[in-house]
């Protein structure tokens, strides 16, 4: 069964670093998502990504953040410098290309900034 | 904007048994999506059960199944035949129907459900 997979599940990062996280979003879907949970906390929708533009953006999603689908297959968010405040889940989605289906995570990356 | 409650933040029952989650929303718009996602401690979001708002028929899927009442904009999950392996965080959430190039998911805060053998 296809999947959307996230590298890597685990990451430390010193507090100012640049971070790169990678997706793999299902081959045939056409829409993507990073959502961030930061921990107890609930799921909060940072950027949709579509037809190679950012479609949509939270306000979380601000001038540190980035996402790119540099090769048609993975799908990135950068963190350009890294806060504490950063140290999350981040879910990779994705979507098919009707309006009839529903969003299928990864298996998420823990980001820790220290 | 739309936004979703859920009300519970622990519930807790007997294996074998039935539990049901609560879930509210709010929205302006008639079409939309609802969603109950099961985030188990490996913390990967499991879709288990999707609701279409025009559709009046509840959604069912094996032992879990939906109360939608749209008037009261209500949206609950019930879960027959407890199971171990179905303790886990549970998270309603709400997507517009013409999402189009967004369709970004809104969610819950989340409860967190715990089985007793």
């Known amino acids: 069964e296809p999947e959307v997979t996230q590298t890597p599940s685990h990451q430390v990062t010193q507090m100012g670093q640049e971070v790169i996280l990678r997706c793999v979003p299902i081959?045939?879907?056409?829409?993507f998502y990073w959502y961030r949970q930061i921990l107890g906390q609930k799921v909060e929708f940072l950027v949709s990504f579509y037809n190679n533009e950012i479609s949509e953006k939270s306000e979380i999603f601000d001038d540190q953040f980035s996402v790119e689908r540099p090769d048609g297959s993975n799908f990135t968010l950068k963190i350009r410098s890294t806060k504490l405040e950063d140290s999350a889940m981040y879910f990779c989605?994705?979507?098919?290309?009707?309006?009839?289906?529903?969003?299928?995570f990864g298996q998420g990356t823990r980001l820790t900034v220290v | 904007a739309q936004t979703v409650t859920q009300s519970q933040p622990e519930m807790s029952v007997q294996e074998a048994e039935t539990v049901t989650l609560s879930c509210t929303y709010d929205t302006s718009e008639s079409d939309y999506y609802l969603f109950w996602y099961k985030q188990p401690p490996s913390r990967q979001m499991i879709l288990v059960i999707r609701?279409?708002?025009?559709?009046?028929q509840n959604a069912t899927e094996n032992r879990f199944s939906v109360n939608f009442q749209k008037a009261a904009k209500s949206f609950s999950l019930k879960i027959s035949d407890s199971q171990l392996g179905d303790a886990a965080m549970y998270f309603c959430?709400?997507?517009?129907?013409?999402?189009?190039?967004?369709?970004?998911?809104?969610f819950g805060k989340g409860t967190k459900l715990s089985v007793k053998p």
């Open positions: 609701q279409e708002a025009y559709k009046q």
């Open positions: 081959s045939n879907h056409l829409y």
């Open positions: 989605a994705s979507r098919g290309d009707s309006l009839n289906t529903e969003a299928f």
């Open positions: 959430a709400y997507r517009r129907y013409y999402g189009g190039s967004q369709g970004n998911l809104i």
